[in-house]
Nanobody
Framework: QVQLVESGGGLVQAGGSLRLSCAASGTIGIINTMGWYRRAPGKERDLVATITSRGTTNYADSVKGRFTISRDSAKNTVYLQMNSLIPEDTAVYYC?????????????WGQGTQVTVSS
């Protein structure tokens, strides 16, 4: 199986920065897409950013210009650099990975890491 271990969440003041990390391990195969989603209190889980195996990135409009997603393929790790944080960024952030293994795609979710931005 595949394990996703997230780290880097916490409490930060508005205007501050945090960096999230998510490392994949186990029977990985080929990592296709890696990404971050978030669920704010009382809301559904939404896309934050994704990055493909070719490095193509996609961001939610609400985080463009403030967040940067990157990946280290050698370490099977995806990062989310979050700058200029605002209280509306408060949420549980989930790592998401799409794997290609023996001709089939599989997706996995991390356990989530809390990010709290105080005003």
């Amino acid at each position: 199986q595949v394990q996703l271990v997230e780290s880097g969440g916490g409490l930060v003041q508005a205007g501050g920065s945090l960096r999230l990390s998510c490392a994949a391990s186990g029977t990985i195969g080929i990592i296709n897409t890696m990404g971050w989603y978030r669920r704010a209190p009382g809301k559904e889980r939404d896309l934050v950013a994704t990055i493909t195996s070719r490095g193509t990135t996609n961001y939610a409009d609400s985080v463009k210009g403030r967040f940067t997603i990157s990946r280290d393929s050698a370490k099977n790790t995806v990062y989310l650099q979050m700058n200029s944080l605002i209280p509306e960024d408060t949420a549980v952030y989930y790592c998401h990975v799409v794997l290609l293994r023996i001709g089939k795609f599989y997706d996995y979710w991390g356990q989530g890491t809390q990010v709290t931005v105080s005003s």
